[in-house]
């Protein structure tokens, strides 16, 4: 049985509770947040304890894995700390704010020996995972063209982290970057990268952005994303080859959606796409960090794919705001 801790207690916080409470082999023992009220909220009727700071949490050594569900300036912190005590960890996408302190935490889990896993769950959702062996079947082809879509409310956090550039770098940084990570997956390296956003409007609570990367093998790819819907959170592509196509629309085959209103601290706005698969994608990477862990087995996502994703997340960043493409180059 693995003791889990989980740092947060925002939308993922809860989420991720839900996931690993649906596991067997998992136990939640903490549940760690500053505001200790919301979290009691959250564990209530649960046997779960509710740590006064996350010092007590380190030092428990039935713990071994630390769940990190914090807002993403604050990743590299709890993730860092959690490791120097041995503790495997789970953290949240994206991975850090820059890609050396995405390396520094990687370098720190390899250090003590410890297993870490990056929540980039996207690769966990059925109609994407298929996708992807859809295409190394030959299925369409060779691929040629890509289009991504992610469109959503924007996000009201806790404090409204998310409105704050310097702690969650925007739209691209925090959501567009599943679409960058499943692009990559699916079609290998990039070689360079195009993108326009609204950020320098400053328009409050909307963020709007197009990315196009042209992959090393020449596939294009178009990636939209949006932060500025008046409701619903949809998410679609479409997958053109030399053979055919394929494509997927959210609202068309009419998945389960969570839309978690701002109406209080619990509910922070962040819309959380649900599955109705009696595995749904959360607790599939849960499980599957419980896989690496226990089995050795390859990780579907690994730490040094995630820290790409954050170089490539700025690059485009750094596009939009010089308007001009940016080559990807060689090195994290």
Request: hydrophobic share 40%; charged share 25%.
């Amino acid at each position: 049985m693995h003791n889990v801790a989980i740092i947060g207690a925002g939308t993922m916080g809860k989420r991720h509770l839900l996931s690993w409470t649906s596991i067997d082999s998992a136990n939640v023992k903490y549940q760690y947040d500053i505001r200790k009220d919301i979290v009691k909220q959250l564990v209530d009727g649960r046997n779960i304890i509710v740590p006064d700071d996350f010092e007590n949490v380190l030092k428990d050594d039935e713990v071994d894995i630390v769940d990190v569900c914090v807002p993403t300036y604050l990743h590299k912190r709890y993730a860092i700390d959690a490791m120097k005590a041995h503790k495997n960890v789970f953290c949240e996408k994206p991975l850090s704010l820059t890609v050396e302190d995405s390396l520094e935490i990687i370098k720190t889990a390899e250090k003590h020996n410890v297993k870490f896993m990056v929540g980039q769950v996207v690769r966990f959702f059925p109609q994407y995972a298929n996708a992807k062996k859809a295409i190394e079947r030959g299925e369409i082809g060779n691929p040629a063209i890509a289009r991504f879509e992610r469109l959503s409310q924007f996000p009201h956090g806790w404090n409204d982290w998310y409105a704050d550039f310097t702690k969650s770098k925007g739209l691209i940084f925090d959501m567009s970057i599943h679409d960058i990570d499943f692009a990559r997956w699916c079609f290998g390296d990039i070689e360079r990268i195009y993108a326009k956003t609204l950020t320098d409007q400053k328009l409050k609570f909307k963020e709007h952005a197009l990315i196009t990367m042209r992959m090393k093998n020449g596939v294009m790819v178009h990636i939209e994303g949006s932060w500025a819907r008046p409701s619903s959170f949809t998410y679609n592509f479409e997958i053109v080859g030399t053979n055919g196509m394929i494509d997927f629309n959210s609202e068309r085959t009419m998945p389960v959606l969570k839309e978690i209103s701002n109406n209080n601290e619990l509910n922070t706005g962040v819309q959380v796409p649900e599955s109705p698969l009696k595995l749904e994608p959360y607790a599939a990477e849960l499980k599957h960090f419980l896989d690496i862990i226990d089995n050795g087995v390859t990780p579907i996502v690994s730490p040094y794919d995630a820290a790409w994703d954050v170089k490539l997340a700025l690059l485009a960043i750094k596009s939009a705001e010089k308007n001009k493409v940016i080559e990807v180059g060689e090195k994290l």
